[in-house]
């Protein structure tokens, strides 16, 4: 007997994901390149504004500039005395800023890595330091509960912003603004400060301590992170709340926005970094590592991820180009080397801005005694060390390496009363400073054995042995009564001594 139901046929309806879309597709192409080991865990990670983009990585003691190319180390900047702190890349490309964990803030010249200013004020670790827009000028954020400015020309203080009650981790100075600075706390506060009143002018809760905040182009509204909560404000309505946003299930650590500011990346503790549409802050994306996010980084152009890792390890993914973007890097390639398209490129052609330029070392020339001493002609090395200007410990270097050759008495002799005056005063000057007088003795007792015989035959000289003699005698007294204290002192020292030990029997 047949059922008077009728069995419905029940079709499955597809799961609406994200695999298809076309963000996935875009932020799926970040595929790992490779992870390098920094020492310590990864603080910072910096790109340069402009091209070729390669990112300073601050761990430990150092900071190193990565190249984007290849993600070798192309320099190391060490001469840090403790723990370094936000390494950052001035807009040009040719400074870079770093703090360290005593509250020195100074900046490098890239090229050479020499210190080219040191900034003294803060006295707990200096974590953020950037370049103002204008490029002379660099915001610090210190635990010591401040916030500074400095000008980097006269190495010194403009403003000082003590609000804060606790660490401040977080800061930047508007690009469209250069007057506004933010700052975040440990003390749960986000402040908004003038530069041309020097005070507070905004004031706003996070609800957690700030590890990080950013700002919108146009310095409308900013982003402010600390727990796993990321908070948007709207400036222009006095600080109002526009989204609060909680994703992640640990501490946010780090965010950046992409090239076009569309698109909001944010790393912490729990081994991801989400990526928000800044439109309705929706995550689109997500990226899980291997350990906690202390720091994330995307390049400009859009093709590199950098992540630094508590661990010490730095993770990079790299982009895959499509095919319309291969075309147009293709257009752009420079023809290869040693082709014929190579060497006719013609004499405007001024290089790749990514291209490894070898320092040229100025040579090194010699002082004119130190090329007479090449030369063997050891009576003009010494009159060279003589002359006015040239240091002391020069000469004695010089009348040194004379004796150590054994050409000391070759140098001296065969001389006029004028050629051996200048030698002469140098003894008188400087024989009774005990670092040379061992060896300006040496000196004069050559110069009595040489001309000992002629010295009565010029007044001048004669002269100048009679100094010489006199000021020897001097000093010779000098040491006979020093040595009359020592030898009281000491007998009274022990006569002290001695009357201590009876009494105490």
Same mark, same amino acid.
Request: net charge positive.
């Given at each position: 007997?047949?059922?008077?139901?009728?069995?419905?046929?029940?079709?499955?309806? !597809?799961?609406?994901?994200?695999?298809?879309?076309?963000?996935?597709?875009?932020?799926?192409?970040?595929?790992?390149?490779?992870?390098?080991?920094?020492?310590? %865990?990864?603080?910072?990670?910096?790109?340069? !504004?402009?091209?070729?983009?390669?990112?300073?990585? &601050? %761990?430990?003691?150092?900071?190193?500039? @990565?190249?984007?190319?290849? @993600?070798?180390?192309?320099?190391?900047?060490?001469?840090?005395?403790?723990? *370094? @702190?936000?390494?950052?890349?001035?807009?040009?490309?040719?400074?870079?800023?770093?703090?360290?964990?005593?509250?020195?803030?100074?900046?490098?010249?890239?090229?050479?890595? *020499?210190?080219?200013?040191?900034?003294?004020?803060?006295?707990?670790?200096? #974590?953020?330091?950037?370049?103002?827009?204008?490029?002379?000028?660099?915001?610090?954020?210190?635990?010591?509960?401040?916030?500074?400015?400095?000008?980097?020309?006269?190495?010194?203080?403009?403003?000082?912003?003590?609000?804060?009650?606790?660490?401040?981790?977080?800061?930047?100075?508007?690009?469209?603004?250069?007057?506004?600075?933010?700052?975040?706390?440990?003390?749960?506060?986000?402040?908004?400060?003038? /530069?041309?009143?020097?005070?507070?002018?905004?004031?706003?809760?996070?609800?957690?301590?700030?590890?990080?905040?950013?700002?919108?182009?146009?310095?409308?509204?900013?982003?402010?992170?600390?727990?796993?909560?990321?908070?948007?404000?709207?400036?222009?309505?006095?600080?109002?709340?526009?989204?609060?946003?909680?994703? #992640?299930?640990?501490?946010?650590?780090?965010?950046?926005?992409?090239?076009?500011?569309?698109?909001?990346? &944010?790393?912490?503790?729990?081994?991801?970094?989400?990526?928000?549409? $800044?439109?309705?802050?929706?995550? $689109?994306?997500?990226?899980?590592?291997?350990?906690?996010?202390?720091?994330?980084?995307?390049?400009?152009?859009?093709?590199?991820?950098? *992540?630094?890792?508590?661990?010490?390890?730095?993770?990079?993914?790299?982009?895959?180009?499509?095919?319309?973007?291969?075309?147009?890097?293709?257009?752009?390639?420079?023809?290869?080397?040693?082709?014929?398209?190579?060497?006719?490129?013609?004499?405007? =052609?001024?290089?790749?801005?990514?291209?490894?330029?070898?320092?040229?070392?100025?040579?090194?020339?010699?002082?004119?005694?130190?090329?007479?001493?090449?030369?063997?002609?050891?009576?003009?090395?010494?009159?060279?060390? /003589?002359?006015?200007?040239?240091?002391?410990?020069?000469?004695?270097?010089? /009348?040194?390496?004379?004796?150590?050759?054994?050409?000391?008495?070759?140098?001296?002799?065969?001389?006029?009363?004028?050629?051996?005056?200048?030698?002469?005063?140098?003894?008188?000057?400087?024989?009774?400073?005990?670092? =040379?007088?061992?060896?300006?003795?040496?000196?004069?007792?050559?110069?009595?054995?040489?001309?000992?015989?002629?010295?009565?035959?010029?007044?001048?000289?004669?002269?100048?042995?009679?100094?010489?003699?006199?000021?020897?005698?001097?000093?010779?007294?000098?040491?006979?009564?020093?040595?009359?204290?020592?030898?009281?002192?000491?007998?009274?020292?022990?006569?002290?001594?001695?009357?201590?030990?009876?009494?105490?029997?």
């Amino acid at each position: 007997m047949s059922s008077p139901y009728k069995k419905l046929s029940i079709k499955k309806l !597809p799961v609406p994901t994200e695999k298809g879309t076309e963000e996935s597709r875009f932020w799926k192409r970040f595929k790992p390149r490779c992870s390098l080991s920094e020492i310590a %865990s990864v603080t910072s990670i910096k790109f340069s !504004p402009i091209q070729p983009f390669d990112f300073a990585v &601050t %761990s430990s003691t150092r900071v190193q500039i @990565y190249s984007t190319q290849t @993600y070798k180390v192309k320099k190391t900047i060490s001469r840090f005395n403790d723990i *370094a @702190y936000c390494g950052t890349i001035r807009n040009d490309g040719k400074l870079l800023v770093a703090g360290d964990a005593t509250g020195l803030i100074q900046v490098f010249d890239i090229n050479s890595r *020499a210190i080219l200013r040191t900034m003294k004020g803060h006295n707990h670790p200096v #974590h953020i330091t950037r370049f103002a827009p204008g490029n002379t000028q660099i915001l610090s954020c210190s635990d010591d509960k401040t916030a500074r400015i400095w000008d980097i020309p006269g190495q010194e203080t403009i403003s000082i912003f003590k609000e804060h009650q606790d660490y401040v981790r977080a800061g930047l100075i508007s690009n469209d603004n250069p007057h506004l600075i933010l700052t975040g706390s440990y003390d749960q506060s986000i402040k908004l400060w003038d /530069l041309r009143t020097n005070s507070c002018t905004m004031s706003m809760s996070h609800g957690a301590p700030v590890e990080d905040v950013l700002m919108f182009p146009g310095g409308g509204m900013i982003i402010s992170a600390g727990g796993p909560t990321i908070t948007v404000w709207d400036l222009i309505s006095g600080g109002r709340v526009v989204r609060s946003v909680s994703n #992640h299930q640990k501490t946010i650590t780090s965010m950046c926005f992409d090239g076009s500011s569309s698109r909001l990346l &944010t790393g912490s503790l729990d081994h991801h970094v989400k990526i928000y549409d $800044v439109q309705n802050y929706d995550v $689109v994306h997500s990226i899980e590592y291997s350990s906690p996010i202390l720091c994330i980084a995307l390049s400009p152009d859009d093709t590199n991820i950098v *992540a630094g890792m508590t661990c010490g390890t730095l993770s990079i993914r790299r982009r895959k180009l499509v095919q319309k973007e291969l075309n147009m890097s293709h257009q752009n390639k420079q023809p290869r080397v040693g082709s014929y398209k190579y060497f006719t490129r013609g004499q405007t =052609y001024s290089g790749n801005k990514d291209d490894f330029v070898v320092e040229s070392k100025p040579r090194e020339r010699l002082a004119l005694y130190d090329r007479y001493l090449k030369k063997f002609q050891y009576s003009n090395a010494l009159d060279a060390a /003589l002359r006015n200007g040239t240091q002391a410990i020069l000469t004695i270097s010089l /009348l040194q390496e004379l004796i150590r050759r054994d050409a000391l008495r070759q140098a001296i002799v065969g001389r006029d009363d004028l050629s051996l005056e200048p030698l002469v005063k140098f003894l008188i000057r400087w024989i009774n400073e005990p670092r =040379y007088t061992s060896i300006l003795v040496d000196v004069g007792n050559v110069i009595i054995d040489v001309y000992s015989s002629v010295i009565y035959k010029s007044p001048l000289i004669e002269k100048l042995i009679v100094n010489l003699h006199s000021k020897v005698k001097t000093e010779m007294n000098l040491q006979k009564e020093i040595a009359k204290i020592i030898g009281s002192l000491e007998m009274v020292a022990k006569g002290s001594l001695l009357t201590d030990t009876t009494n105490y029997t």
